[in-house]
């Protein structure tokens, strides 16, 4: 995600590649996931953006998301366009 010019890997989960995806039910799947993230985001509730210590492999910071109290990571696990991820190898989507 970005905000007002700094990236952020949103931490706990893990969504389906939109960028070289390994197959079309993954893009097609990560392209609802994000849409779904800009929904929310747009929906009116509160946002509020948790930035945590450290960054990831490739520079962007760390974060967690909520959105009128609830963490985006449990609401895209809860409608099956995310996998819980806490590092590691990560399992394929096709």
């Known amino acids: 995600i970005d905000v007002s010019g700094e990236r952020y890997r949103l931490v706990g989960f893990d969504?389906?590649?939109t960028w070289q995806p390994r197959c079309?039910?993954?893009r097609a799947l990560g392209e609802t996931?994000?849409?779904r993230l800009v929904d929310l985001i747009g929906s009116g509730r509160v946002v509020d953006l948790v930035v945590l210590p450290g960054r990831d492999r490739y520079d962007?910071?760390?974060a967690r998301l909520f959105i009128g109290g609830a963490d985006v990571k449990d609401v895209l696990i809860a409608e099956g366009l995310a996998r819980a991820y806490d590092g590691g190898r990560r399992a394929g989507w096709c």
């Open 15 to 17: 969504t389906p590649e």
């Open 60 to 62: 962007r910071g760390l």
């Open 24 to 26: 079309a039910y993954e």
């Open 33 to 35: 996931a994000t849409a």
